[in-house]
């Protein structure tokens, strides 16, 4: 079965600070792929990194930076410097192949607060 | 370019109605999903058309709910008898053909309450 945890429900910092967000997955699929999606108070899903499973290489991108680990199954996310605009609920989700290929398998998000 | 785009932003229902969301994918996406994000359940897999393909339609919690695409673009989602637990934000998401898993970029959702 797929399945995707964040553990943390909520997080604040301070602006400025660096902060972790963390994903941990479940799956039998050998291939796989793991995004992330930010969903601001506007509501719209936007997102974010898509890795696929073949590929583990970490990226950096500005703020963002991504560590994809297959021997823990984890794909966590990292903001570097936070900003009060980076305030938003975060959502790691799962795609596999198979009999689920299409659907994404959602963790329950992580709310991030950023204090000015 | 132009995203996904749903309709309406918001409804309000009386218990019982039936009622109609549509989405419009984003031109070139040959795959469309529908998802339903609610506070309880968090973000579920409602459906998923691919091309000419028969959908996916094991993630639909009911028979009440049922969906269409038409002429391989515009979907609507159709949730008959409403409920008050059917009341959540209802999310459209488009993709390219996912002969792999392909990205899926969403719209801004419907919010449904059901009175």
């Known amino acids: 079965a797929q399945k995707v945890t964040q553990a943390q429900t909520e997080i604040s910092v301070v602006e400025k600070e660096d902060v972790t967000l963390d994903c941990v997955y479940e799956t039998r699929d050998t291939t796989y792929y793991l995004f992330w999606y930010k969903q601001p108070p506007s509501g719209e899903l936007v997102f974010l990194i898509r890795?696929?499973?073949?590929?583990?290489q970490n990226e950096i991108s500005g703020r963002y930076s991504w560590n994809f680990q297959k021997s823990t199954s984890s794909f966590n996310f990292t903001i570097t410097a936070s900003q009060v605009v980076d305030s938003a609920v975060y959502f790691c989700?799962?795609?596999?192949?198979?009999?689920?290929?299409?659907?994404?398998?959602f963790g329950r998000g992580t709310q991030l607060t950023v204090w000015p | 370019g132009a995203g996904v785009s749903q309709s309406p932003s918001n409804k309000v229902t009386e218990k019982g109605k039936d009622v109609e969301l549509r989405c419009d994918p984003i031109?070139?996406?040959?795959?469309l999903y529908w998802y339903r994000q609610s506070l309880g359940q968090g973000l579920e897999f409602l459906i998923y058309f691919q091309g000419n393909s028969a959908p996916d339609k094991s993630g639909l919690p009911s028979d009440r709910f049922s969906a269409e695409r038409t002429g391989g673009s515009v979907s609507t989602l159709t949730i008959q008898r409403t409920q008050q637990e059917d009341s959540a934000v209802y999310l459209c998401a488009s993709s390219f053909e996912p002969g792999r898993q392909e990205t899926q970029y969403f719209g801004p959702g419907t919010r449904l309450l059901v009175l």
């Open positions: 890795r696929n499973s073949f590929d583990e």
């Open positions: 989700a799962l795609g596999g192949g198979g009999s689920t290929l299409g659907r994404l398998y």
């Open positions: 031109s070139g996406h040959t795959a």
